[in-house]
DNA sequence: TATGAATGAGCTTTCATTCAT
DNA sequence: AATGAATGAAAGCTCATTCAT
């Protein structure tokens, strides 16, 4: 009578699905032309379903975003976390490996929300709470990977995690967004090791330290 | 009629004046509200003249932004050129000065950007060659500041100044969009002053290096 | 298969149940938001049926008011005709009950049509006919009570009937819509009950009149 | 140097000429479709402009109907002002004409606002005073005229001048909407004028009660 | 030369209606 | 028979750009 338990409504699936389908088209308009610039009618179209049933999901332009928005957070946090059980691995090894994943497998962040009203956007995700526990879930992820670092004795103790979270995120994101990248000579992955290579330098427990130490 | 040679430019004058408040008052705008809710009538209406008028100066709105950051990108150059001058200071300490100076005068180059269709725009200025003159000119004025460190022994040899120069950027960028910063804890500036030693701690010679050059 | 003679019409009872179901919903949906902000999916909503139930029942919105205004019509006057069965009152006492009836009871009728496009969805029912029937049936009980009145001596008989019947109506629905009765000082009710009896005052035979015919 | 004062500035006369334009058709379209068929392109078609222009002297539609709706009470007041000057006729046959006015240059006034979410749209109008201000205005200066009819003993006393004016513009209202008299047997016309003069048998001082006072 | 009234493409969102399940 | 997901026409409104004055 009920549907099986191995089947979860397939009604259920299939809109799933749907929105999956939506999320990853509406994610890859809004990294290659930011908020404005994406057009429902032409989300739809690409998706290939009318511009009405975007909103059957999606009750606002706005919810469309958030959604994305979470879902990459998510994403990349599950990302780090996974790293973060690696223990056999060197933290910073690790580190530049999530660095390296976040960079290629993601998307325009900076250009995502270009043309939002983003201050009111970002508001509006604040006020529903969920933002503020990605980023900070985010955040605090990664800054676990980095204090597993100084356990390790690799990273220097006196340097904040949370300041070091910050200048790694700093410098995906610029790496990210082509902005500068364009303009430097070189190749693009060379100079995304390299920064992520500079950052870690800062970081790094210094021989010289552990002599002071002595 | 009788233009004297030595005022040819009165009219002249009078014009390059107006297309300095046009663009004064627009980046105000653009640095508040983002590229798409920048809105020309409103921007005639605090500069004080008609809207038909910026037409006059800027074609389009396209160009009115492209003159934006050419202007922008000026002044920065010009300011790190000027900290170039000052060779008794350590490098480092200039950098950092350059960095304040950028972050605290400077107007949100993140958003500033929301909502033009980013890659039309920037492509559009590449067409015009001259943003990456600007940009290149930009990057490479930061460059020899390090270069000077470099020279004086403040910094390590070893690491690519243009790499140094993203990363310093990448930094700034970050720390001038609020996104990240919002959701830590502890103060503004701090977080800023940290964030850009860390990269500096990558950067400077190592006690350690220079005793195994010995 | 065994429909029994007598109960040809489970079904067709219960069919019948149903659509007296959604016109009493949508009757009140209708008086309180006016027929373009009556929402089918709300409406069905309500009843507790799918939304596509309903076209089962109502091919068009248009045919669901176009139901309900002839079942209001269809009420009115029975109410009316059993009013015309109490010969042992006064006419003009019954006439006076029926109209605060109509008022008490009644929806708005004003803004029960507001927002459709009020000619075509007259055409449309005109063109139904039965509409023609129900509002000439309506206006003709109405007048059989004035006729009764006038036969009793109560009304002057060189008043035609049909235009008291308009005046009557006019008042009701005046009174019905808040516009007017809203800027006026008093109690909504006793402004009603005053403007009948004005009318009525019209209509009376007058003492004076019945003098002269001496 | 400015312009002549018997030319208030030209531009000033256009535009008031082009937004009497725009509220005469506005006023056709809206008694014709209703608010909610009212459809501001189609609008601005039939004027011969654009359809921003028209957003230009209103900034919603909301507005614009607002205007219809002051306007129009200001002209049947500054009417119905102009009768209550000409004191050497009879009140009712003043009355009387203004009706006849009302009814013939004003039609649809009931169906204007069908569909605007009459509500809210007379709640804002409300709140922005103007209106309030226009009915009380209207519905005085309307019981002024029957003052006067009482004062010269035309009328009787002691019905509640209010009251009179309710039904009045009652049977105005019905009369102009054709629901009903659609379905009456007999000319519009005649049908209009009898209906008025009924209410007025309920006015006027009857020949019995002068007896009786005596 | 400077203006701002006029324009209309373009956008988000709603909702009656259809139709596969 | 009953459902509700999908659809797309339609509508209000914004704003870059043009052009008559």
Chains 1, 2, 3, 4 share one sequence.
């Not at 549907?3 to 299939?14: C, D, F, G, I, M």
């Not at 973060?84 to 995502?112: K, L, N, Y």
């Not at 043309?115 to 879930?137: F, P």
């Not at 920064?195 to 790094?204: A, K």
């Amino acid at each position: 009578m009920n549907a099986s338990p191995t089947q979860p409504t397939l009604r259920v699936r299939q809109r799933k699905e749907r929105e999956e389908l939506i999320l990853s088209e509406a994610e890859r308009l809004l990294s290659e032309h930011g908020y404005q610039n994406l057009v429902m009618e032409q989300l739809a179209e690409r998706v290939g379903i009318g511009k009405g049933t975007i909103y059957l999901h999606f009750p606002r332009k706005e919810d469309l975003v958030g959604a994305i928005v979470e879902r990459g957070l998510e994403q990349l946090t599950s990302n780090i976390d996974e790293m973060a059980g690696r223990t056999e691995e060197p933290a910073s090894e690790r580190i530049e490996a999530v660095m390296h994943r976040i960079i290629d497998g993601h998307i325009g962040w900076t250009r995502m929300f270009e043309g939002s009203d983003a201050r009111e956007l970002l508001e509006g995700l604040r006020r529903g709470q969920s933002m503020n526990h990605r980023v900070s879930g985010l955040l605090q992820a990664m800054a676990r990977l980095i204090d597993q670092g100084k356990a390790a004795g690799e990273f220097d103790e006196t340097v904040d995690s949370m300041v070091a979270v910050v200048a790694l995120f700093a410098v995906i994101r610029s790496l990210t967004s082509s902005n500068l990248v364009g303009h430097l000579p070189g190749e693009r992955a060379d100079i995304i090791s390299a920064s992520i290579r500079l950052v870690f330098r800062g970081l790094l427990v210094r021989p010289a330290d552990k002599e002071a130490a002595r």
